[in-house]
């Protein structure tokens, strides 16, 4: 089977399995313990901290660990409102957002906070002109909070831009990361945020894993309550293998990212003008875009009989299906697509473990079962 679902879920990497049962067998002591077993679990604590720092280009201590992306999303949003005061509150997002972020806000929204949506232009890239409008309006406690890589599209967002007039009229700037750190040089400081998103699964460690980076001076109060762990922000003994695992991850990003990126946009290239010859179009194919993604349509095929037509590939579509109705992707909808088109949508996204065969396979099965359902 050809996997083509990376941005839903990585595979675990050797060196990060490795990193996992070595801290499982010797890292299972409580890492808050004084004695020789707690010291070890620390040090594997330690040691990841240090390398998703590096790869951020954070400091260690700025590193709060969490259970997952959408949990650190959360902690971000409703940890920095607490102290805001909700009711006071401008909450900024996007509507191109992952519900990580989009239902924290909505909880915000029914607390009293003002709520904004940014929108998107036709390459699915926040409109920058509309959003600096709504960020220069901003009066009195704001928090703004953008997606770095929409994972649908892969479409690459302005946050340093927005980021910097957020700053300016003294907002909190979080950015959701989850599907960029790994796949693309993420830093914070280049960013300009005071607040962003990691998820484990996402570069290719285990799922129940992931942090919050959250800048020294930041004003956040913890969502759950109990010992001081990471700093008071996230109680619990830490999953000390797990983060670990997650520690290892950025490690091998950092050790080859330009390499990997480049042979993953080669990758990607190959498959659109593949897939393009025979008619597929590419969705935010005008806009900057993670290396790996490639979101699409060969007009007049549904995206779900697509895939089901070719079981060979593990990917995705961006529509949601309840009780057997098929609703359109809100992204690409808010993109200005029209639904018919939308449900057309299939997500093919590139991973560490891709090779060109594998492109080279997907592509004519996909090009083969197109043509048998546009007949």
Known sequence: MLYFDNNASTPVLPRVRETLL???????????????YG????????????QVAAL??????EIVFTGGGTEASNLALRGTALLAGVPWLTLITSDLEHPATQQ???????????????R???SGRIDTAAALRAIEAIDGPAIVSLILAQNETGVLQPVAELAAAAKARGAVVHADAAQAVGKIAVSVDELGVD??????????????????????GTRIAPLVVGAMHEGGLRPGTENAAGIAALGEACAVAAADLPVESARQAALRDRLEASLGAAGFVVHGAGAPRLPNTTNGRFPGVN?????AAVPEIAATTGSACHEGEEAPS??????GLPAEDALGAIRLSIGRTTAEADVDRASALLVEAAARLAR
Do not use: C
Not at 199 to 213: D, F, I, N, S, T
Not at 303 to 307: E, H, I, K, Q, T
């Open 39 to 50: 010291r070890r679990a620390r040090a594997f604590v330690d040691r990841a901290r240090e």
């Open 303 to 307: 995206g779900s009989a697509l895939l």
């Open 330 to 335: 809100a992204v690409l909808t808010a993109m």
């Open 120 to 122: 998107s232009d036709a």
């Open 104 to 118: 924290p806000a909505k909880v915000l929204e029914r607390q009293g906070a003002r709520w904004i949506r940014l």
């Open 22 to 36: 070595r801290a499982l067998d010797e890292g299972f002591g409580n890492p808050s313990a004084p004695h020789a």
């Open 56 to 61: 951020l280009g954070a400091a260690p201590d």
């Open 195 to 216: 607040l962003l998103s990691v998820a484990g699964h996402k570069l290719y460690a285990p799922k129940g894993v992931g942090a919050l980076y959250v800048r020294r």
